[in-house]
């Protein structure tokens, strides 16, 4: 064999094609991927004032549970200062009111599906930021109070049910749904921000 034979010359790779392939996987990608609509916080805004509209009833002090958070990103619940990892707790056991304390929401005999006559609170939570609240003690005090809720609601369901409220969610069995809602109501009044203390 003669060393002077030529040597092979390596052949291109088209780059073109492969633009095109990242293309197709990009817009495959894109079109496959569901996103979870369920992010965020679940607030309404009050609607607006109606000046001929009469006034609501007043709501029993006992029925509102007052959360407020100062300027010092301080937390004052029902008068008593707490820390943040405090209120789960005491809002679940507010809300529930499971020893029917005298001090503690009234349970009004209401028909449930799946459940007959059963003892609903009139619970509502109150609350009440700072002007110069922290973003991070505000996400943390909605994140504390949605889980009270979420955990009394699964702990309803898993007894009632043998399944939890998020699984209900998750394969949308809204009947059931609607009646664990129906015995634990979301009910969060926020009120606009002002000074509250603590500066």
């Known amino acids: 064999m003669s060393s002077s034979k030529k040597r092979r010359k390596p052949q291109e790779v088209n780059a073109g094609s492969m633009a095109d392939i990242a293309f ?4 495959f990608f894109l079109v496959t991927t569901t996103m979870d609509s369920d992010w965020g916080l679940a607030r ?13 009833p007043p709501i029993k002090d006992r029925n509102v549970f007052v959360v407020l958070a100062n300027a010092n990103d301080q937390l004052l619940v029902e008068g008593e200062i707490l820390e943040i990892g405090q209120l789960r707790e005491k809002a679940k056991e507010f809300i529930a009111n499971p020893n029917d304390l005298p001090d503690l929401p009234e349970k009004k005999p209401t028909k449930v599906k799946f459940f ?21 003690l505000y996400i943390q005090v909605q994140n504390e109070l949605a889980a009270a809720y979420s955990e009394l609601r699964n702990s309803l369901a ?38 509250v203390g603590g500066q």
């Open 24 to 27: 197709l996987l990009l817009v």
């Open 44 to 56: 309404r805004l009050p609607p607006p004032l109606d000046i001929n509209q009469p006034e609501p």
């Open 116 to 136: 007959g006559d059963y003892p609903v609170s009139k619970q509502v939570i109150s609350l009440q930021n700072d002007n110069g609240t922290s973003y991070d």
């Open 158 to 195: 898993t007894e009632k049910f043998g399944v939890t409220y998020d699984y209900l969610v998750e394969v949308n069995d809204k009947p059931k749904i609607s009646a664990i809602r129906d015995i634990y109501p979301q009910r969060i009044s926020e009120a606009e921000p002002k000074n």
